[in-house]
């Protein structure tokens, strides 16, 4: 699924994240790799502050900047780092496609539950067997007494 198109980043169907508000750097990508690796910038940081998109309306806005509150730096920033592969743009389409998935996660609203009550067939079961049960505390208790435990 293709996200990237001149007008953003694509989350849903009906959403869209304008391209000016994903703040993309390439910085060089630490670990194994040879020589190639001190000379190329592969390593990708892609930076999004959801509490300041244009894309969410307030209460959408609320519920990112909730659900995500604990991925946000100190500026209300979203940081994703991708350097899994080797060339940049790859690691670019891998950070795009990430921040996608997590913004439509944290858009999904949670369903409402509604509080139901027990029907009396279940509150009669309950309680047959709450009593069945005491009975078997009960024989367990009256047997104790000639026993030389």
């Known amino acids: 699924m293709d996200r990237h198109d001149a007008n953003g980043l694509r989350i849903s169907a009906s959403k869209r994240i304008p391209e000016h508000e994903l703040h993309v750097q390439r910085v060089r990508s630490g670990g194994p790799g040879g020589q190639n690796v001190n000379k190329t910038s592969s390593k990708i940081v892609l930076r999004f502050a959801p ?32 350097n899994e592969e080797r060339s940049a743009e790859r690691n670019l389409d891998a950070a795009r496609t990430r921040l996608a998935r997590l913004l439509a996660e944290a858009l999904v609203r949670p369903k409402l539950r509604r509080a139901t009550r027990p029907t009396r067939a279940a509150g009669v079961r309950r309680l047959d067997a709450k009593r069945r049960r005491a009975e078997v505390k009960r024989g367990r208790r009256d047997g104790d007494a000639d026993s030389d435990g």
């Open 51 to 82: 509490g300041a998109s244009s894309a969410f309306d307030a209460e959408e806005r609320a519920r990112v900047v909730a659900k995500l509150a604990h991925r946000l730096n100190k500026e209300g920033e979203l940081v994703l780092h991708a």
